[in-house]
T-cell receptor
Framework: EPEVTQTPSHQVTQMGQEVILRCVPI?????FYWYRQILGQKVEFLVS????????KSEIFDDQFSVERPDGSNFTLKIRSTKLEDSAMYFC?????????????FGNGTRLTVT | TQLLEQSPQFLSIQEGENLTVYCNSS?????LQWYRQEPGEGPVLLVT?????EVKKLKRLTFQFGDARKDSSLHITAAQPGDTGLYLC?????????????FGRGTQLTVWP
């Protein structure tokens, strides 16, 4: 069964450094998302992306965050200058249609640790 | 912010027992989804409920959406150790764009053999 893959599985970085989290969505999917889950807290929406532009972003997704689909298969999340509070699991997801309630397929996440 | 409260937060039972977990909100949701998450993995969709009062069954799992579309429940019959995991409810509110799900904190279920 096709799946969403994320790399790396674990990223450790120092405060103030830039990180890029990578995702390969399911190949025929057109809608892409990033969510994050701080340890012990809820899964939170960050951003949705369709047709090479952001569809919606949450209040968490400030100017330090950006997303890109650089080559038609990868979907990346960049954090420009990481803060301690950016430490979390970051999940990429994709869906095949724009229909309401279309299921989201999540990757296994990247655990980001900012020291 | 749409709040989804799940209860109980933790549930530890013996194999063969029945259980129900709840997902409640003061807000109306256009639909609710239930996911199961294993350690080190992303959430995996179990079911989507859309219509108030809807009941869906997935083998030993029964999902219900409240009449007012503010709450949902998951009932597991004759739980097995393989049912162990974190059960998350997530909803689209009426103003959501596709993909903007609001998640509950989850119910961590442990089923002992």
């Amino acid at each position: 069964e096709p799946e969403v893959t994320q790399t790396p599985s674990h990223q450790v970085t120092q405060m103030g450094q830039e990180v890029i989290l990578r995702c390969v969505p399911i190949s025929n999917h057109l809608y892409f998302y990033w969510y994050r889950q701080i340890l012990g807290q809820k899964v939170e929406f960050l951003v949705s992306f369709y047709n090479n532009e952001i569809s919606e972003k949450s209040e968490i997704f400030d100017d330090q965050f950006s997303v890109e689909r650089p080559d038609g298969s990868n979907f990346t999340l960049k954090i420009r200058s990481t803060k301690l509070e950016d430490s979390a699991m970051y999940f990429c997801a994709s869906s095949g249609t724009g229909l309401a309630n279309s299921p989201l397929h999540f990757g296994n996440g990247t655990r980001l640790t900012v020291t | 912010t749409q709040l989804l409260e799940q209860s109980p937060q933790f549930l530890s039972i013996q194999e063969g027992e029945n259980l129900t977990v709840y997902c409640n909100s003061s807000s109306v949701f256009s639909s609710l989804q239930w996911y199961r998450q294993e350690p080190g993995e992303g959430p995996v969709l179990l079911v989507t409920v859309v219509t108030g009062g809807e009941v869906k069954k997935l083998k030993r799992l029964t999902f219900q959406f409240g009449d007012a579309r503010k709450d949902s429940s998951l009932h597991i019959t004759a739980a097995q150790p393989g049912d162990t995991g974190l059960y998350l409810c997530a909803g689209y509110d009426r103003g959501s764009t596709l993909g903007r799900l609001y998640f509950g904190r989850g119910t961590q279920l442990t089923v002992w053999p």
